[in-house]
């Protein structure tokens, strides 16, 4: 009901709603409205009341809340949303509730993070509200063998909403980094599950560095890490960041694939470049080529090898 009403605020923010129109439209007595109005104030909102004329949102709330997405989002949206304080990871919730049966597009987002992982088993810094931490389960109508594309699919998507609310230009660092030179902005974590019907489901993980200060990051990660705070001085909200880049998920998933990889070579920082990458068979040096459809890196090694990289971590 928050929701219903936060959309009326939000459509005409510029002007006062009185309460006969605010109790029509949703379909409340004045005193279930008033406490709705109550708790938008506890939320955060900043509303402002006139004796005669009615109320009016004067100022979003700094947290984030589940009814102002919905109130943003298409009425029919795909999505079925779920918000958590504080969890050890929410690729685990997505897991949980894929393995039972979850529906495709289930996205998590957590405030915090006690055990944030991120590629290769390294952990994902995680504190509270500085960055956007979110799962989303997914279950493509392609292969098993393709969910690679998925996080092709989210770096495209990823990338566009930085740009979009920073209006700074950002690369891709093969398969999936957000970066601004050497620095890293966000990661995602692709990872394929069956559930109980033996039937796959994919989960993907995105971090997103908002509003953290240098002294925010532990101080092994200052040099390499940043956050949109950092690189355009803009408090980026979670709620803005998150409609933006579901959004552009929503979007860059209903586009041929080959759209999003032209997209992706677009960005991408290593293609040309010399450059070392671990695998877990070991180095292996050479210039980056291309990306494959299924989202690997194609790698001329020093002797003329050319070699299919499925997964790996580039140095820098
Ligand atoms: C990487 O670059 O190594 C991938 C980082 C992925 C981090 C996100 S944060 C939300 C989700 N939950 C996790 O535990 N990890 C992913």
């Not at 009326?8 to 005193?31: A, G, I, T, Y």
């Not at 109980?196 to 997103?208: D, K």
Request: hydrophobic share 40%.
């Amino acid at each position: 009901m928050e929701s219903s009403l936060l959309r009326l605020l939000l459509n005409h923010s510029s002007e006062f709603l009185s309460l006969p129109h605010l109790c029509q439209q949703l379909q409340r007595n004045d005193l279930q409205v008033i406490d709705l109005l109550k708790t938008l104030t506890l939320w955060g909102y900043t509303l402002e009341t006139h004796p005669t004329l009615g109320v009016r949102l004067l100022q979003l709330s700094a947290a984030l809340h589940l009814d102002e997405l919905r109130a943003r989002l298409p009425q029919n949206h795909p999505w079925t949303l779920f918000h958590l304080n504080e969890t050890p990871s929410t690729m685990d919730f997505i897991k949980r509730e894929g393995i039972r049966g979850g529906a495709d597009g289930t996205l998590v987002i957590a405030n915090s993070q006690t055990a944030g992982r991120g590629r290769h088993g390294r952990s994902w810094n995680s504190r509270p509200e500085l960055g956007l931490y979110l799962s989303v389960l997914l279950r493509p109508d392609f292969p098993i063998s393709s969910y690679s594309r998925l996080t092709i699919i989210a770096a495209v998507a990823t990338l566009q909403a930085a740009e979009r609310v920073t209006q700074r230009r950002f690369q891709i660092k093969w398969p999936n980094d957000l970066m601004i030179g050497k620095r890293k902005l966000a990661g995602i974590l692709t990872e394929a599950h069956l559930d109980q019907q033996q039937q796959p489901f994919a989960i993907l993980g995105v971090g997103i560095n908002l509003i953290q200060e240098v002294s925010d990051f532990p101080e092994e990660l200052q040099t390499k890490a940043s956050s949109l705070l950092i690189e355009s001085q803009r408090s980026i909200r979670r709620t803005d960041f998150l409609l933006e880049w579901i959004e552009r998920f929503q979007n860059a998933l209903s586009l041929p694939f080959e759209e999003i990889v032209q997209e992706w070579k677009s960005k991408c920082l290593n293609l040309g470049e010399s450059i070392v990458v671990t695998t877990p068979q070991g180095k292996i040096q050479g210039t980056a080529l291309d990306l494959e459809s299924n989202g690997a890196l194609l790698l001329r090694d020093d002797q003329g090898k050319i070699h299919t990289i499925l997964s790996g971590l580039i140095e820098v």
